[in-house]
């Protein structure tokens, strides 16, 4: 476990006070590892899960030759070029009920998708591209088919002893369906990360409490909570905690003996008059950053320590939207790596013509939300949602995707390209 002064000293130019989005991003990268220990699970509850192993296939799947479409089986090396074959129907083979006769030339199988192919035959005609030749005979018209068609090969999806999946796939629906293609009943994987969340600030009211003046309800702790959920951690809410030293320690004492992260909301902005950056400072090893972005310039980060166990501390700032941003753009590629994940990486960017001018200055990074959609030209146009405050969580129910403007990218006019992040499925 690398010390953060030793993850600093190895950084190009690695500033506290002024850093920049990558730089960010190579930091964490060194900060978090996977956590060790694995599970059984059953397929039905696999979705969202890290596979631990390569998963080898037992079979071939899938496992005999079969049609790809109703129609008639036949052996393909009686097809000429420019002549209509003729087949005499012999018998029939149902998915589920192979036929096993003999077949000679001249003859065919009419057969059903799915159903094994005959011994022998290699081609079937689907059943609209036939015309009836009288009792039990159909013909297949000339250069409609070449030898080969519409016949499912054994193994074309999946090959016994090959790796099915590789360790560190997030399973999603296709990969649970793959699993069960290969009669599998279980899958080793990962167990869940555990992430404890508060939030901190005098103001902040949970649900429940009577309004009162100068407090806002807490919102952070709820788009934190559902974006956790969305990675499949299991969550620890601590509430909110008061500004006061006793509770501040009680709660970091508390996330660091239970869980793997600790996600926190405010308390880590420059003219902060308060204690949860001194608690932060006093229980670990934790670095202040200004971040050169919009939203989301401060954030703490690094581990907090309880006898023999340290939690990853991701201390973000109270903004709402920021809170989004920066758990989009930093911690969860740093979740996904500590779940197990081969595939960290943000979602990708699309280019999308911007319908508005937008004022942007070098040297830091801005997201902006965006609602992307298709221009009558048939590509990708991006507006913005209008106000673009930190703490307009409004902002970010309309928009699905982020403008992501780089940090040396300067002013953007009407019909400028601009990169976008989608977040659909994601925030
Ligand atoms: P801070 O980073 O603590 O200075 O907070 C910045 C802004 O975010 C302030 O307006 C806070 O009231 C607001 N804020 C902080 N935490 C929350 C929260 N949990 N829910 C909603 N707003 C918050
Ligand atoms: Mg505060």
């Known amino acids: 476990m690398k010390s953060l002064a030793d993850i600093a000293a ?17 930091f964490l990268a060194q900060l978090v590892q996977p956590v060790t220990g694995n599970e059984t699970v059953s397929i039905a509850d696999a979705l969202g899960r890290v596979t631990a192993d390569d998963v080898v296939s037992p079979v071939d799947v899938p496992p005999h030759d079969n049609s790809a479409m109703d129609g008639y089986a036949f052996d393909g090396s009686q097809l000429a070029a420019d002549a209509p ?3 005499q129907v012999v018998g029939t083979a149902l998915a589920g009920k192979a036929w096993h006769g003999s077949v000679a030339q001249g003859q065919a199988v009419k057969i059903m998708t799915g159903a094994i192919m005959p011994a022998g035959l290699d081609t079937v005609v ?40 590789a360790r560190g796939e997030r399973l999603g629906p ?93 308390g880590v902005s420059v003219g902060e008059a308060d204690f949860t950056k001194a608690m932060m400072r006093q229980l670990g090893d934790v670095a202040f950053w200004k971040i050169a972005m919009r939203p989301g310039r401060p954030m703490a980060v690094g581990r907090i320590a309880e006898g023999d166990k340290a939690a990853v501390l991701f201390g973000l ?15 969860r590629p740093a979740l996904l790596r500590m779940m197990g994940c081969r595939d960290t990486a943000p979602p990708p960017l699309l280019r999308a013509r911007s319908l508005e ?7 830091r990074t801005e997201y902006q939300r965006g609602i992307v959609d298709t221009g009558p030209d048939g590509s990708l146009q991006v507006r913005t949602t209008g106000n673009q405050g930190s703490g307009v969580l409004s902002s970010m129910v309309q928009a699905n995707g982020l403008i992501v403007l780089h940090h040396q990218q300067g002013n953007i006019a009407v019909g400028d390209p601009v990169d976008v992040m989608m977040f659909e499925g994601i925030l």
């Open 10 to 26: 190895q950084l190009q130019g690695y500033d506290p006070q002024a850093l920049a989005v990558p730089q960010v991003d190579a």
């Open 174 to 266: 296709a990969g649970c369906g793959l699993l069960a293609s290969l009669g599998v009943p279980t899958v080793r994987v990962v167990r869940r990360l555990k992430v404890a969340y508060f939030s901190t600030g005098d103001e902040i009211l949970s649900l429940g409490e009577a309004p009162r003046e100068g407090a806002v309800y807490d919102s952070n702790r709820y788009t934190v909570r559902a974006m956790l959920a969305r990675l499949g951690c299991e969550v620890i809410d601590l509430g909110v905690v008061r500004d006061e030293p006793a509770q501040l320690e009680q709660a970091f004492r508390s996330a660091a003996s239970q869980a793997d992260a600790i996600i926190t909301s405010g």
């Open 317 to 331: 700032p109270g903004n709402p939207v920021a809170v989004m941003v920066t758990f989009l753009a930093f911690v």
């Open 126 to 165: 689907p059943q609209e591209f036939t015309r009836p030749a009288g009792d039990d005979r159909v013909e297949v018209p000339a250069a409609v088919l070449k030898r080969g068609d519409n016949r499912r090969l054994a193994g074309e999806d999946l090959k016994a002893g090959r790796p099915a999946l």
């Open 357 to 363: 001018a937008l004022r942007k200055k070098p040297g």
């Open 85 to 87: 074959l003729q087949l």
